[in-house]
């Protein structure tokens, strides 16, 4: 059972950055989200031909406010088996059965060095094009797990993606990874859940892990998207029981509350 659970793990851990990478992606598998090539293709046609009115183009400052957020950029603190993020404003407290990676242990999967977790670093690797894991968690042996990983969209995905369209053009590219992890009879979809007393873009996934010619165990995850400002995090829950999705975002609040 052990075997079966880490695999679990790993497919949950692996399939995170797809969700980000596909949102160069649209559904139907083309380049790029609805409208990014055509508007990039605008601008520079725009350049081209009207170079007299480039001063008093607005596109000249939106660069500016947009880029200043990066700077901004903070991610989530874990202490011990809590975790509190105020750039997506929710926070989570874990069961003592639960293991929470440490600031050490994060920094080793984003490929930093002991010590290097800090926003300036987590700025400079999503504004590089990585994505970058902010936790993992993982409860009963690993039936159970939870990944938070930021993507940067970029000045011009920002302006143009929501959420639901994020989780729709990500979709596919998620499904077709799961199938090439092992995972058989994959399907998913696109839905809006409440999440921490909040509606959010979300994209629900199941599917079977044979680890035998004739044994599987089957497998769920949601992944919920939250968009601040240029960036998008997704939290991402797999388990090998339906019911226990729920009861996982469940330990999830609003810091407001």
């Known amino acids: 059972m052990k075997k079966k659970f880490t695999a679990m793990i790993l497919i949950a851990a692996l399939v995170l950055p797809i969700a980000a990478c596909s949102s160069g992606k649209s559904s139907s598998g083309s380049s790029a989200p609805a ?21 008093e183009a607005p596109e000249t400052e939106a660069p500016e406010t947009e880029a200043s957020e990066a700077e901004e950029f ?26 929470v990676y440490n600031e050490e242990q994060l920094a080793e ?17 999503l504004e ?26 970029g000045i011009l995905n920002s302006m143009l ?32 859940v409440t999440f921490a007393g909040a509606p959010h873009a979300a994209i629900s996934l199941s599917g079977k892990y044979y680890y035998s ?24 829950f797999a388990a090998l029981v339906y019911d226990n999705i729920d009861e996982i975002m469940g330990y999830f609040y609003s810091i407001e509350d």
Do not use: H
């Not at 605008?42 to 480039?54: I, L, R």
């Not at 603190?77 to 639960?98: C, H, K, M, Q």
């Not at 999967?109 to 690797?125: F, R, S």
């Open 161 to 192: 993606m929501d959420e639901e369209l994020y989780a729709n053009l990500s979709l596919d590219s998620i499904v077709t990874e799961l199938e090439a992890q092992g995972l058989k009879d994959v399907e998913g979809y696109a839905e809006t």
């Open 35 to 55: 409208g990014t090539e055509t508007l990039t293709e605008t601008e520079a046609a725009t350049e081209t031909a009207a170079p007299v009115t480039e001063p």
């Open 74 to 99: 903070t991610m989530g603190t874990v202490s011990g088996n809590s975790y509190r993020n105020e750039l997506l404003g929710i926070a989570v407290d874990f069961p003592d059965n639960w293991v």
């Open 213 to 236: 010619s004739d044994d599987y165990y089957d497998f769920f995850e949601e992944i919920v998207c939250i968009k601040q400002g240029r960036y998008m995090g997704d939290i991402t």
């Open 128 to 153: 590089n094009g990585s994505v970058f894991y902010n936790l993992f968690a993982s409860g009963d042996e690993g039936i159970n797990s939870v990944n938070i990983v930021y993507e940067d969209l």
């Open 109 to 125: 999967i984003n490929g930093l060095v002991a010590g290097a977790m800090n926003d300036e670093n987590a700025a400079e690797a």
